[in-house]
């Protein structure tokens, strides 16, 4: 069975630079990713072309998904996963999914939650987390506070509610400019985590 | 990393017999089918508490994948795959997702598929393919002549449209029938068709 | 006040064969059907140039519609109406519009269910019923237990369920075969029942 | 097969005036049409708790659908029909099909078109016409010079596109009010032009 | 910062005749509206093409308009603001706003409402009055005796709820008319009742 | 005509804190814009209590709103108002049409963007823009290299199409904050830029 190997020049329908056109602070943490993961996530190099704003775009990702919290990193990379499958980004839920398998170690469950998170293999509680997710990035406008009442009853707090909106509203975004951008996702993640160890 | 076994009774929402139970036809074709794939696909189980149906469900599903025709085994499963993903069915996507990856030697396609047919590793024949049975599936009281020159242009017989069509309406009933009953896939699917061989 | 007659040539996209070139054990069916109705209903004739299809689509639906059970033979023919009405299905709603109205011998139901159920001239339980084919037909995959608990409290059990399931998702899958191929429904049935006898 | 009178109480939510008690030139209106078609269709009583309402919606409406143009007054009542197909109108359609199928001396028209107007018997000017009623009705914001160049390349005139744009806002309306009001159409009107004469 | 005038010829697509040309009971409405407000209102210009059509909708207006009930003039407004910018009706909004922004005596409150009414700074009751307003406009088809016992349980009469009604369908076919006519609101509405007096 | 004022508890369901308690950096800037604008735009106060978030938005805003390129700083504040309008972001409408307003020199285009971009006073190469901005807020997974081949007729570059793509990536996230946080619009905004200097 093949793997069949994206070409740089599919990465993105953008230019993407090489690593020595880029500035040395981004150069340096790419290098970093790729020394701990093996390999350059595509979203790097797809972004590179616009350094301020993948500064930014990587300041804004770490506030959100390394912060400490009451979310566990499995739980905020399903708000990830589910939030990508609305709106059907390719690089997100591959990559992402990834992610949630390691941090859940649960091979199953990003493709559960990336096809609907009503029958994935999780707790009362995380479905509850991905209905209001679902709803920042379908219908927020509709939001009330019943759904924060909702939420408090599934013992979710103030700075809870507002990690969960916040980390679906980035990677809405995040699935924006992959989807337009037709960001490639690599190859290596579709198996991670996949096997048991 | 863990896999985690589905117990029986979360196969279905619905009454699931035991194979002793079942009459001899139906038993023996289970039996078959569990000789070659190694276990036995849940979808024959869930549907098992009515035999008759799952007659004409078993006729009818060979009737449109087991027959010649132009279109290959692969496109038949990529028609599955890209209709199930509409209507988020978890056991048809990742049941006939194994069997896609394994039909095309491809192990990324059938995720491809799943998120946004767009964006999959296809021709733009399979494209045009999978754009009309997503409008068979979505909207197909729209469908109009120009949809069928569409296709022609591609290079699709009107029995290729009919196959195309009637492939997409057949699992489009499985998938209403799965979600409702919240049929369960194997764990043995997730992963067939992932690893080079 | 004219009929206009549906020439041979109008019945479908696809090709249409005579009663000739069909198999024999298709031709009898058929010819018994023409014995008892008086005419062929074209869906015989617009499927029969895929023999081992229509066979299975013949044996799926006496499995569904000719089985006993709770849900009377007027009930399944509802089921029908409303599920073509989402789907649009002029075949359907023609054909099986005429049978519900002999079924439940009541020459205006089938109008006021083909237009909005919840007006329909039906109980209270029939109408819940026709909610759940609805969300069957449009939105199955966010079927909850809450949605198997309200049709329980109308006195519908696990086997109702099913049949409600199977008859909207059977009909759901004609009414794509009926809308791609543009099947026309013989003139007979718009006034089918229609009048006291 | 029984015909089910509907009782006074259920053509409306609302207050339903006896003749008595209206005004005389309503209510001389409201006779003079029971002289005319052999009973009071229920719009009239259904409206008539507001007099001044009702008087400006009979003066609109006659403006519309009695007034001379190039449209038929066949075509004034496709528009009609398939206006309050979309908005689901339970009065309109069974009271309008009756009306169509008189005035185009065609039996089924009114069915087809309520069901979907693409599969209609119609001509493919006409077909033109309730595309851009449907616009009108679903999506009239986004309308655009294309629009108008496409009927005009029918035939149209401005002065027709102003009478099928007002004849499709006007009726949904009317289906506003019908629907809210659970408005019940006579018996009467589902059995009308049915029949050879 | 400029104003930039319409010129006369974007007013509509449709024609616009010149004061000269209409029926003196039209000229003298319009003159009259022009003495009181300082300007003529397009709306009146862009339906004069059509007099009956005119006189039809301006006593419907003022039939829902001005009549006495127990919703007040701001009230109205309120729905007619709210239901225009379901239909993004450009004049609707920008004319009915300034309306509203005069009766209610509240420089913010038609811009809350044209984007969202749920945060609007307006009560509960005004709230559950548009949140019907917005049901008959976008699904009246679903509307059910509950919609009517929220209603009354915020103190709404079957006869506000008639107005409730009626005032959203009757601005549904203006909408529909301006959109349509690409008709342009005057300058002069933008800035109507934004200043403290 | 009074203007109502915000009581602080009015800006956020979330905390809200005081100057003195925010870092140094974060008082300093806000004070700098405090000086500029005459009063603190609220989505400061609202986006505070999470520092680091805060950092990288305005990092992230800056770099899309301040840099250099073809886009005018009204082109982006237009498709800033016309990606707030589909998601019906009260804040940003309200704080952004002022801020186009301002840019445009234009006292009526924020208005009209707000309700339908596509009957606003912008040229057709604006218009192609915000039809572009529309498409990635509602459906960027459809976006095809057609949406590139369009742009570039109205003479936009790849990196103008970035510029489009993430300005309306970055505002769909800011939405969806605003809406689920309730984020109050200062009554400033309401009227900048309206009247002539």
Known sequence: MTQHPASNSRISRFPVPTLNELPTDIREII??????????????????????????????????????????PAEREMIVVATSAINQCQYCIIAH????????????????????YR????????????????????????????DFDTLAQHGFTQDDIWDITAIAAFFGMSNRLANVSSMQPNNEFYNLGRQPR
Chains 1, 2, 3, 4, 5, 6 share one sequence.
């Open 31 to 72: 290098e970093a990713v790729h020394e701990k993961a093996g390999f350059i996530p595509n979203v790097f190099l797809a972004l590179a072309h616009r350094p301020d704003e993948l500064r930014a775009f990587m300041a804004y990702h770490d506030a959100l998904m390394e912060k400490a919290g009451n979310l566990t």
């Open 97 to 116: 999914g990834a992610i949630l398998r390691i941090r859940a170690k649960h091979a199953l469950i990003a493709d559960q939650i990336a096809i609907n």
């Open 119 to 146: 029958k994935a293999d999780i707790t009362e509680r995380q479905k509850a987390m991905l209905a209001f997710a679902q709803r920042v990035t379908s219908e927020s406008h509709t939001i009330e506070q019943t």
